[in-house]
């Protein structure tokens, strides 16, 4: 099952409430945080929104 490894890596201090409830939506709420979240088209949509501000790298989870 391939995963999305996503960082933050800029902060959300003074960016519109949009970006920062994407933000809130995906688990990431402290700078350098990471969270692994399925590769699904909802989940790329919320990482194209705040791309600025992420790292993202591809990864295969064993099941």
Do not use: F
């Not at 688990?27 to 945080?33: A, D, E, F, P, S």
């Amino acid at each position: 099952m391939k995963q999305l490894k996503i960082e933050l890596v800029k902060s959300s201090i003074g960016r519109p409430g949009a970006q920062r409830k994407v933000l809130q939506g995906m688990g990431l709420g402290k700078m350098h945080k990471t969270v692994y979240l399925k590769d699904t088209p909802e989940i790329r949509g919320m990482v194209n929104k705040v791309s600025h501000l992420v790292s993202v790298e591809e990864c295969e989870m064993d099941a």
